[in-house]
């Protein structure tokens, strides 16, 4: 079974509308770390926000939030107000454990599209 | 900013030779991983090293070697490149003890083509 599981393959959003990404995860330990990327054309690898399994608040950073439904397995990205730079591939990644060198675990991303 | 460098950032090669690919960490980093991206895979890990000369495998290990003699550089080794090892290959590092809490940063990749 796929352990980060992003079912839209592509997403279409205006400018200044939100949008959610959609992540579900699949792990049996009750320590790990939910992680979301952007990938823009240009091929680089950004890392934009961070969530814990025991963190009881939704992280944010900025325009990204992460909408955590721990019971549901689900982390979903929400970008607010969205921009034109906004547009690029976005992956979720898990880290489970913590034995001092857990790796991470990505999923096969989401494309976003920006339009004016 | 990590300062991670990758080189080669691009390279061309044929079916048989040998490649060696660098990442470059200029802050110490203890913990240094390998990616692979392919279109409809995300990133699969390689290799990962948590110390000079202490490295293990990926979920994609098979055809690749690495070395890390030095805490700065990691290399990532195709014996004898095959044209499924086209890809483009990241770099990342952990800031801190490599634990669920920590974040990876990556470096600016390498596309590497085996024809």
């Known amino acids: 079974a796929q352990k980060i599981t992003q079912t839209q393959p592509g997403m279409f959003v205006q400018e200044k509308e939100a949008v959610t990404l959609d992540c579900t995860y699949d792990?049996?330990?009750?320590?790990?770390?939910l992680f979301w990327y952007k990938q823009p054309s240009s091929g680089e690898m950004i890392f934009l926000i961070y969530?814990?399994?025991?963190?009881?608040q939704n992280a944010t950073e900025g325009r990204y939030s992460l909408n955590f439904q721990k019971a549901r397995k689900s982390a979903n990205l929400v970008i607010s107000a969205s921009q034109l730079g906004d547009s690029a591939m976005y992956f979720c990644a898990m880290r489970e454990g913590n034995q001092g060198y857990s790796t991470l675990t990505f999923g096969k991303g989401t494309m976003l599209l920006v339009s004016p | 900013d990590a300062g991670i460098t990758q080189s080669p950032r691009h390279k061309v090669t044929e079916t048989g030779t040998p490649v060696t690919l660098r990442c470059h960490q200029t802050e110490n980093h203890r913990y240094m991983y390998w990616y692979r991206q392919d279109p409809g895979h995300g990133l699969r890990l390689i290799h990962y090293s948590y110390g000079v000369k202490d490295t293990d495998k990926g979920e994609v290990s098979d055809g690749y070697s690495v070395s890390r003699s030095k805490t700065e550089d990691f290399l990532l080794t195709l014996e004898s490149a095959t044209s499924s090892q086209t890809s483009v290959y990241f770099c990342?590092?952990?800031?801190?003890?490599?634990?669920?809490?920590?974040?990876?940063?990556f470096g600016p990749g390498t596309r590497l083509t085996v024809l």
């Open positions: 990342a590092i952990s800031l801190t003890s490599g634990s669920v809490t920590d974040t990876q940063y």
């Open positions: 969530q814990g399994s025991y963190d009881q």
């Open positions: 792990t049996s330990d009750p320590s790990y770390g």
